[in-house]
């Protein structure tokens, strides 16, 4: 009876193999981290623009804007990571236990604590990091067509860094400047003022 000889990977082979996987993880890693965080921004772009709808819609009913959360129906869900401002007077719901406390006075959501631990939390509205395209909150007068206007903000720790990204919405169209990569920026439209994910 013939023995068959029994044939496998030399180590230079395995080796070659283990060098490709590496360069390739060295390469795709970077990338796949950059990409996780910029799904996380699309939160702040959606709730912006679901407070803007809740403003347009409470403009409509009541002929004014509000800085409250509750007055304007306003209220993401659970195991958000931005903390959102709809004035600079800062009055957060907060979400560091599994209940909410029902109030009408919050003038902001805070970032979810219970869920990303007190390191993430944000506790005012930044002021650095923040484009001059619009104010924060409530004006009487002072839109482009010299009507109400409101603006909003999202600000949030997305990576290891201590900078935030920081988000704004109004309901009149703006002039960003160099801080924005889109300088004009129509109304309804979240802008991202501070980029946390290409730093």
Known sequence: MKKLAQKGFTLIELMIVVAIIGILAAIAIPNFIKFQARSKQS??????????TAQKAFFQEKDRFSTLTGEVGFEPERNNRYAYFLSSTV?????????????TTY???AVDTFKYGSAADVAAAPTTGVCTGGALGVSATG???GGPVFGALAAGNIDADPTLDIWTISSDSRQLGSC?????????EPANDNNDVNL
Do not use: H, Q
């Open 91 to 103: 009055t957060l719901e907060g979400r560091s236990t599994s209940t909410i406390a029902a109030a």
């Open 107 to 109: 003038t902001g959501i």
């Open 143 to 145: 839109g482009s067509n």
């Open 180 to 188: 924005s990569a889109d300088t004009n920026n129509p109304s309804g």
């Open 43 to 52: 939160e702040a772009k959606a709730n912006l623009k679901a407070v803007f």
